[in-house]
């Protein structure tokens, strides 16, 4: 057992593999850290302002407005088209 956790989340195996080679390079273990419920194709839809993760990252947030008054006040941008 090694002194280092490398813990992920990777929903369609992007950041699994980084995660393997960054616990190999240095000498990590690695935990995975899976959803309850796995995640269809449709929830990962970020493109999708109402599917599941878009959701769940935002979750009081369901209108385009409300998505850019969050950026706005996050970011300090004064105008996001
Ligand atoms: C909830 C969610 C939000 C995402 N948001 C963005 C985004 O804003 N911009 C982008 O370029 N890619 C976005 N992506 C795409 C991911 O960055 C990309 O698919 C990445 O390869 C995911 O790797 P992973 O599933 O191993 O974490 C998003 C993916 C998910 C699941």
Aim: net charge positive; aromatic share 12%.
């Amino acid at each position: 057992m090694s002194k280092t956790l490398v813990a992920y989340f990777s929903a369609s195996g992007v950041t699994a593999k980084v995660a393997d080679m960054l616990a190999k390079a240095i000498n990590a273990d690695l935990y995975e850290i899976a959803p309850e419920v796995p995640y269809t194709k449709a929830d990962l839809n970020w493109m999708d302002k109402k599917s599941r993760s878009s959701r769940e990252v935002f979750p009081k947030i369901s209108s385009e407005h409300g998505l850019k008054e969050l950026y706005k006040r996050s970011f300090r941008y004064e105008k996001i088209n």
